[in-house]
Every structure is written in structure tokens, then in C-alpha cells.
């Protein structure tokens, strides 16, 4: 932990973190059109970029996850339930049915001012040769929203997560105040072996038993199987919490057991989404097996880079007042930065620009201008900012 003049009780090495994840999220939609697109997924410099890229950022979501698990647990159990939900999912909820809505009315919108169909599909890869600008399919999508995201804002899968851990989190907590570091580490087993179903399924029960994925007890008439209760995203939040106090290794040991255990992960993804990428008639579920956030080498990936960056050591005050903004400005970043992907994939993909340097490129624009646009929003509007920016 930093402790200088500007602050005593920051945790900067966490906000290096948040600032690699958040390029990291970015990178991720960056790539989408490589592999989504049925214009760019033949080109096979494409598909291998996105293997590549894809692969390296997989890390993006559950170090948001663990970061939570870090900073909440456990949940102070002294304070009404109510109050918990208020501060954390009010935060949160507000600007994600602003900016759903914003994204769901977009097509309606682009038609009104008489721009062609084909521009949403620009913007928004997932939606390709499914384009509508009508105002009832928009309004459709804005009534779904409570119960799930569009393809238009498929990056708001992750409030539906997170607003699901702030319910789980008060009761999860009360046990982690009293296990000990044992029962944790055990309950963090479990949760590893759970980390291999996705595999399980689909090579196991899906190609050796022709079970059509059903493990566990699962069937037709139950989904919820025997790991079903230590599997998810809970477990990057136990880990955050586990990991908090960082771990006593040099850093020249830190580096070369996360760089192995990195590696491990990067193989292993790389490799599968590569080779099912070469498959012409992979579906799109196959296609994302190996890009499974739960699942054994992305944890490894995700534990490597925040063991690794826990290390991190800024003193410069100004870099850390410049991450604290970014950390204030994160959740508007979030909101804002998709709207703006395809623009700038439309403005740097044709260019010369050889493939493997303009994800970063991208990456960078869209991180700088979101962070532009939310930072302003907070100067324009101080008091009311975050009712729109979280």
C-alpha cells in the first residue's frame, strides 16, 4: 500500500490493476469484429489475431471480480442488509438503464436521421445481417432489459453479474467472517475442480457418454448439478478477499511463478480457440469454450496478473492522482466505451496499420476518449454525474 500526502489508505497497486483491466475489456470488444463478423472471420490473419489477442485478455472480467471480493468482504455485518444494497446496487443500476436504454434506442435513432440499416451492424458486430431500425424492435429491447441484455450493449452482461454478487454477497460473507484461511482454501478447491465442467461437457459427457452435456446429476428436468454451489464467479471473489494481503515472495520469484502459471493458461486458451477458429462450421458456443471465464486457464491467466501487479510500487503523485480519476471515471468508462468500438474499428481497420498493432491502438482511443467523456461529465455535472456515470 501507497501511503504519501494525496493518499494515506489507497490501495494504488489496485487501481494498476483497474486500469489493466479496464484496457483489458476494451481490447476484448476491440477484437469482436475479427471472429463475429462474417466478413472478417474468413480472413484468416483475423482469426488469428483474435486467437492471439483474445486469449492474452481473457484475464479482463474476473479481475473486476476479484478486485470486489478484495475491496467488500467480508460485508460489514453490523449495518442493515438494505443499506448494503442501496450503496452498492443503486450505484451501479441507475446508469445501466440509462445507457441499455441508449444503446437499444441507437438503431431507432440512426434511422430518424436517415442514416442506412447497415451502420448498426458497424457499430455493433453481434447484430450483422439482423440490423432493424424499427421503433418497435427498439422498444422490445428496452422492455427486455430487465431480465437480459441485447447483442446492441452485449457488454452489459456483466451488470446482471455483478448486481447478482451485491445480493450474494451479505450472506456469502457472514461465513467467510468466521472460516478460517483452511475452510477457505478448501472451499477455493472445490471451486477449482468445478472450473473443469465446461470441458467436462463438452468431451466427456458430450463425445464419450452422448449425454448432450449432462454431468453431475444434470438432465432435461435439473440444471443444477453437484458443483452447481461452489462454481461461478464467487470463487474469484473468495480469491480477491484470500489474496488480499498480497504474499511474501521476491519479486524475481513472483515474476517467474506467474509467468509460468500465465503461460500455462495462454497455451491452453490459445490453442483451443485457435484451432476451433479454424473450423469453418464451429458454432459460436464452440467458439467461446476455451474463452470461458470460469473455467482453469483463464483463473490461471487471472491469478498470475494480479499476484504479479500486487507488486507494483507507484510514488509518483501524479500518476496516482491520474489513477484515482480513472478509478472514479472506471464505471462510465464501462458504460460509454462500446458505443464506440465499431466507429473506431471502421476508422483504423482499413487503414495500413498492420493487424497486431491496431488492437492496441484501439484499445488506447477508445479507453482515452471514454475517460475524456465521463471525466467531463463529472466536471459539467458534480453533484448529478453518477446518477448517469455510476
Same mark, same amino acid.
Given at each position: 500500500?501507497?501511503?504519501?500526502?494525496?493518499?494515506?489508505?489507497? #490501495?494504488?497497486?489496485?487501481? %494498476?490493476?483497474?486500469?489493466?483491466?479496464?484496457?483489458?475489456? &476494451?481490447?476484448?470488444?476491440? &477484437?469482436?469484429?475479427?471472429?463475429?463478423?462474417?466478413?472478417?472471420?474468413? &480472413?484468416?490473419?483475423?482469426?488469428? @489475431?483474435?486467437?492471439?489477442?483474445?486469449?492474452?485478455?481473457?484475464?479482463?472480467?474476473?479481475?473486476?471480480?476479484?478486485?470486489?471480493?478484495?475491496?467488500?468482504?467480508?460485508?460489514?455485518?453490523?449495518?442493515?442488509?438494505?443499506?448494503?444494497?442501496?450503496?452498492?446496487?443503486?450505484?451501479?443500476?441507475?446508469?445501466?438503464?440509462?445507457?441499455?436504454?441508449?444503446?437499444?434506442?441507437?438503431? @431507432?435513432?440512426?434511422?430518424?436521421?436517415?442514416?442506412?440499416?447497415?451502420? &448498426?451492424?458497424?457499430?455493433?458486430? =453481434?447484430?450483422?445481417?439482423?440490423?432493424?431500425?424499427?421503433?418497435?424492435?427498439?422498444?422490445?429491447?428496452?422492455?427486455?432489459?430487465?431480465?437480459?441484455?441485447?447483442?446492441?450493449?452485449?457488454?452489459? @452482461?456483466?451488470?446482471?453479474?455483478?448486481?447478482?454478487?451485491?445480493?450474494?454477497?451479505?450472506?456469502?460473507?457472514?461465513?467467510?467472517?468466521?472460516?478460517?484461511?483452511?475452510?477457505?482454501?478448501?472451499?477455493?478447491?472445490? @471451486?477449482?475442480?468445478?472450473?473443469?465442467?465446461?470441458?467436462?461437457?463438452?468431451?466427456?459427457?458430450?463425445?464419450?457418454?452422448?449425454? /448432450?452435456?449432462?454431468?453431475?446429476?444434470?438432465?432435461?428436468? /435439473?440444471?443444477?448439478?453437484?458443483?452447481?454451489?461452489?462454481?461461478?464467479?464467487?470463487? =474469484?471473489?473468495?480469491?480477491?478477499?484470500?489474496?488480499?494481503?498480497? /504474499? /511474501?515472495?521476491?519479486?524475481?520469484?513472483?515474476?517467474?511463478?506467474?509467468? %509460468?502459471?500465465?503461460?500455462?493458461?495462454?497455451?491452453?486458451?490459445?490453442?483451443?480457440?485457435?484451432?476451433?477458429?479454424? $473450423?469453418? $462450421?464451429?458454432?459460436?458456443?464452440?467458439?467461446?469454450?476455451?474463452?470461458?471465464?470460469?473455467?482453469?486457464? %483463464?483463473?490461471?491467466?487471472?491469478?498470475?496478473?494480479?499476484?504479479?501487479?500486487?507488486?507494483?510500487?507507484?510514488?509518483?503523485?501524479?500518476?496516482?492522482? #491520474?489513477?484515482?480519476?480513472?478509478?472514479?471515471?472506471?464505471?462510465?468508462?464501462?458504460?460509454?466505451?462500446?458505443?464506440?468500438?465499431?466507429?473506431?474499428?471502421?476508422?483504423?481497420?482499413?487503414?495500413?496499420?498492420?493487424?497486431? #498493432?491496431?488492437?492496441?491502438?484501439?484499445?488506447?482511443?477508445?479507453?482515452?476518449?471514454?475517460?475524456?467523456?465521463?471525466?467531463?461529465?463529472?466536471?459539467?455535472?458534480? $453533484?448529478?454525474?453518477?446518477?448517469?456515470?455510476?
Amino acid at each position: 500500500m501507497i501511503k504519501n500526502s494525496i493518499t494515506d489508505n489507497r #490501495l494504488v497497486w489496485l487501481d %494498476v490493476i483497474r486500469c489493466v483491466a479496464m484496457l483489458m475489456v &476494451i481490447g476484448v470488444h476491440c &477484437i469482436d469484429p475479427f471472429y463475429i463478423s462474417p466478413t472478417m472471420r474468413v &480472413i484468416p490473419e483475423y482469426t488469428h @489475431w483474435a486467437a492471439i489477442y483474445g486469449s492474452l485478455l481473457r484475464p479482463s472480467v474476473p479481475l473486476f471480480v476479484m478486485m470486489t471480493g478484495l475491496l467488500l468482504l467480508p460485508v460489514k455485518q453490523d449495518q442493515p442488509l438494505g443499506r448494503f444494497y442501496k450503496k452498492r446496487i443503486y450505484r451501479v443500476l441507475f446508469p445501466f438503464l440509462i445507457w441499455s436504454a441508449l444503446y437499444s434506442m441507437f438503431p @431507432w435513432f440512426t434511422g430518424i436521421i436517415g442514416l442506412p440499416k447497415e451502420i &448498426i451492424g458497424d457499430f455493433f458486430c =453481434y447484430t450483422q445481417g439482423h440490423e432493424s431500425q424499427s421503433l418497435t424492435d427498439s422498444l422490445k429491447d428496452v422492455a427486455m432489459i430487465p431480465f437480459n441484455f441485447s447483442h446492441k450493449e452485449n457488454h452489459m @452482461w456483466y451488470i446482471y453479474l455483478i448486481i447478482g454478487l451485491y445480493l450474494y454477497m451479505p450472506f456469502f460473507s457472514g461465513w467467510i467472517d468466521k472460516a478460517s484461511q483452511k475452510t477457505k482454501r478448501t472451499f477455493l478447491l472445490i @471451486w477449482v475442480i468445478s472450473l473443469f465442467i465446461p470441458y467436462l461437457r463438452e468431451y466427456v459427457a458430450g463425445c464419450l457418454f452422448d449425454r /448432450n452435456g449432462y454431468l453431475f446429476g444434470t438432465d432435461t428436468w /435439473n440444471e443444477f448439478g453437484m458443483f452447481y454451489y461452489f462454481a461461478g464467479f464467487n470463487g =474469484y471473489l473468495l480469491l480477491g478477499h484470500y489474496v488480499k494481503q498480497g /504474499n /511474501n515472495w521476491s519479486l524475481l520469484k513472483t515474476f517467474f511463478i506467474c509467468a %509460468v502459471m500465465f503461460a500455462i493458461g495462454y497455451y491452453v486458451t490459445y490453442t483451443g480457440f485457435s484451432t476451433t477458429a479454424a $473450423n469453418a $462450421n464451429a458454432t459460436e458456443m464452440e467458439m467461446e469454450l476455451y474463452f470461458t471465464f470460469c473455467s482453469p486457464n %483463464v483463473l490461471l491467466m487471472t491469478l498470475a496478473v494480479f499476484l504479479l501487479l500486487q507488486k507494483v510500487v507507484v510514488t509518483n503523485e501524479t500518476i496516482i492522482k #491520474l489513477l484515482a480519476n480513472m478509478t472514479k471515471c472506471g464505471f462510465g468508462i464501462y458504460m460509454v466505451h462500446y458505443f464506440i468500438v465499431g466507429p473506431f474499428f471502421l476508422l483504423i481497420g482499413p487503414s495500413s496499420l498492420p493487424i497486431p #498493432l491496431q488492437v492496441p491502438l484501439m484499445a488506447i482511443c477508445i479507453f482515452i476518449c471514454s475517460w475524456g467523456f465521463t471525466a467531463m461529465m463529472y466536471k459539467l455535472m458534480p $453533484n448529478k454525474a453518477h446518477w448517469i456515470m455510476g
